[in-house]
């Protein structure tokens, strides 16, 4: 029994309770104080690791551009050697070299201009008078500076105005030394625009400032990603030479354009004393900590107000608490001891089935008794009070009734009785007989045992993403349709549906969008079928659509199969939005019907499986109905894959070269193409087998194997010099070039080979482009940067943006044979080519006419001035040794006269 608190003890809990209040606020006080000040402490590291990040970014972008203008001067040595020989003693052979200049200002976008001047500072040749254009040429005291070092290294100068352009630009020279001995200046003139693009790379809308200058403080480039470039000729602050010790993690100071208190981060560059900074305002450090600050404060102070309000509270509660307990403790505190403690809901009735005793857990379960439940009361009453609830709509007889049969429950009480409530939860009623006559009632909630077995046959029988029927239920549901038609003489059919190229849509945007997109196909299946009809996921991208109750003609069933389906297809044909993005898809339908002869659900679902793969095989978005003849060629196609498996470890693949030539027959570089050559098939042609390892991994292993063999080939030619002028191109698959870690594999090759970047050429089509064109870009630009060439093969077939074939590193465009074996017969093509060849001239392109087969074809394409021609009117594909042997009966002439097709 509870005995109330005499008055001096409960003042002493009053005061314990506002001393616990003062207690709360001051480590409330202290916490945030602490939290502001160690949050204020992370924004300063926090953003001094980010401005270090950024200025080892900016270090490796810029190192890299260098380097690359070092190599690329460097390599005009090797580019100019012969036409600047061929010139020595009088006059240089100026439109060559101007060519080959202009070819290597194209090998880098950061680079207008490219010049190449004698000892005395004289421009001898020039990238830009190949195209007419006026370049000013570099400050006579930077060419002195250039010439007079004893070790040819990268010089670079000041940034100045450029008089024609208007534009800012910094020069970078390098000597080189012809073999005769005379030394010559290669100099680059390279915007400033085209480094600060190189400095913001990676850095989004922080407004930082970025630096190139050198140890002393002269500022080459300054750039504020809120103001655009710098005019400062110095950096604020002191010399980064006396900060050396500091640069690694960065320093508090000024920062170096603006000169305000700040923090900064700098890097060494490899050339020189060259450095690159990048800084950031303290100001603009700790904006969101000041926002924090008010924000945290201001939820303290409110927080100290409630801890107040509820010492407040709680200290009025207790006394009233107090008061109450005192006048009911002697006379419930046992009873509701005892009552409280029961989990189940509980009442005990008298012979009479009048109520003596009940717990607050019954209560909880049918609050709406609280004014009506009372000892004495009868429990008929009880059940006149409950039915209005229990059943809201019913009508007068029928709540009569219910309360009748829960009566006459009672008079014999057997088993249990579950009960569902308006909150929604279950209990389970079982009722005994006491021996005084009586009836003790048990309401026990039973809500989570009936959640746990709803939730056991949903994970059993329903996909947990999309909640559609599992393949266990619908080979149920599959069975049970099949006994149906066997008394209905119905008809039922399977579709079978896979999505197409689901696989590049995880492997781009991620496995999150991937669900959205079978949620949203789940959705549209179950909105195109009728209600009878049974729609169930199997899982990955495959979904199963049973339709039911088909008329019993075949004939009928099957249109009526074929218009279910076209509409399916029309139906996930439609764009889908997965987040902010518009995604296209289409899907292949296998169909196959089933009346009361048909298998067995598995065998059902296997032949919708094959027809299936039959309309995937016509490359997505049909359908196909079922035909034995397709196991046959599903076996077949099982027995080629187990052969293609085969092929690379038992060395069955070959490459077959189709020759290149210009305009004048001369024999330019070839295409690999792969051969299978199989010991009991023979040669195996590749439109049969390409597809089959599409379809697998092995496309992946036979791709490496293709480049492998090219670049050991290319090795081979090198030690030739009838071989060695000559380029070859490889075809290169879409799930080969997706690979995150193409350009290192495509690296190995050329470094564990020894062949050289220059000589190889990947062709890639117009849809792998487009499939991710960021991703596409970013990969060919690392591979250029290494020297390797790119073509885009079958182009004009696709349907991309012109647009984009200027920010692709390209070096050919190849035309569809589908264009050109129509030529002089179609305006059509006649138009297409010429366009095409009109434009790649424009873009500094050069293009390869494939498919060229008659004289005609030939003769259009040379008289509109096509570059590249390859078909069976020159040569077909051939082996190894007999493409060498035509390479070397072209003779030293011939390969002179392409040694800078490059």
Partial sequence: MTQPLPLFARNQVIVAIWGLVCVLVLSVATGVSSLLWNQRQAELAEQAQQLA???????????????????????????????????????????????????????????????????????????????????????????????????????IGEPLLAPRSAERVIYLARPVLLPGGQRLLAVAQVPLEALAAVLLQGIGATPIELTLERASGELLLGLATAQGLSDAARASGPPLSDLWEQAANGWHGQTRLRGVPGQVAGRALMYGDLWVTASLAQSEVLRDWQQQVWLVGGAALLLALTLVISGGLAASHIARMQRARAEVAQSKALLD???????????????????????????????????????????????????????????????????????????QPQGTLEQRLPSGRSVQITERMTPDGGLVIVYHDVTELRQAAAEIELLAFYDPLTGLPNRRL??????????????????????????????????????????????????????????????????????????????????????QARTVAGQILGLLARPYTLGEQIHHSSASVGVTLFSQNSQAALEILKQADIAMYEAKAQHGNVLRFYDPAMQTVLHQRASLLADLKQALPLQQFRLHLQPQFDAHGRLLGA??????????????????????????????????????????????????ARLARLHLSVNVSARQFRQADFPALVGQCLEASGARAQRLELELTETLVLE???????????????????????????????????????????????FVQQLGESPSDDVVVQTILGMARNLDLEVVAEGVETPRQHAF?????????????????????????????QGEADAASVSFSI
């Fill in 337 to 411: 001891q005892a009552l409280a403690s029961m989990v189940s809901g509980f009442v005990l009735l008298d012979a009479q089935h009048r109520v003596v005793q009940w717990n607050p857990r019954f209560e909880e379960f049918f609050p709406w008794l609280a004014s009506v439940i009372q000892p004495g009361v009868s429990f008929r009453q009880v059940l006149e009070a409950t039915v209005h609830y229990h059943l809201p709509g019913a009508s007068a007889e029928e709540k009569r009734e219910w309360v009748r049969l829960r009566m006459r429950r009672q008079v």
């Fill in 53 to 155: 990040r950024i200025a080892a970014g900016a270090e490796v972008g810029v190192n890299r551009t260098l380097l690359a203008l070092d190599v690329l001067l460097a390599t005009t040595e090797e580019l100019l050697g012969q036409p600047l020989a061929a010139g020595a003693g009088s006059a240089i052979s100026e439109p060559m070299a101007d060519r080959l200049l202009a070819a290597v200002a194209r090998q880098s976008l950061n680079v207008r201009h490219v010049a190449l001047l004698d000892a005395s500072g004289r421009p001898l040749a020039s990238s830009s008078a190949a195209t007419g254009r006026l370049v000013d040429d570099p400050p006579p005291d930077f060419v002195a500076r250039a010439l007079a070092q004893r070790v040819p290294t990268l010089l």
């Fill in 772 to 818: 991710d064109v960021n991703d596409t870009i970013a990969k060919m630009h690392q591979l250029r940067a290494r020297g390797v060439r790119f073509a885009l093969d079958d182009f004009g077939t696709g349907y991309s943006s012109l647009a984009y074939l200027t920010r692709l590193p390209l070096h050919r465009l190849k035309i569809d044979r589908s």
């Fill in 671 to 720: 295409e690999a193409l792969l051969r299978w050559q199989h010991p009991e098939r023979g040669l195996v042609p590749p439109g049969l087998f390409i597809p089959v390892a599409e379809d697998s991994d092995l496309i992946l292993a036979i791709g490496q194997w293709v480049l492998v063999s090219a670049c050991e080939l290319l090795v081979r030619w090198q030690a030739d």
């Fill in 861 to 889: 394409l040379q008289a509109h001035r096509c570059a590249i021609y390859q078909g069976y009117l020159f040569a077909r594909p051939m082996p190894i040794e007999e493409f060498e042997t035509l390479a070397r009966g």
């Fill in 474 to 559: 619908l080979l149920r549901r599959i069975d049970e349709a099949c006994a149906a038609t066997e008394r209905s003489g119905e008809h039922g059919a399977l579709l079978f549906i896979d999505l197409d190229r689901f696989k590049t849509l995880n492997d781009t945007l991620g496995h999150e969008m991937g669900d959205l997109l079978l949620q949203q196909v789940g959705h549209r299946l179950q909105a195109g079928v009728r209600s009878g009809d049974v729609v169930a996921r199997l899982g990955g991208d495959e979904f199963v659509v049973a339709l039911l109750h088909l008329p019993p003609d075949l004939a009928l069933a099957t249109e």
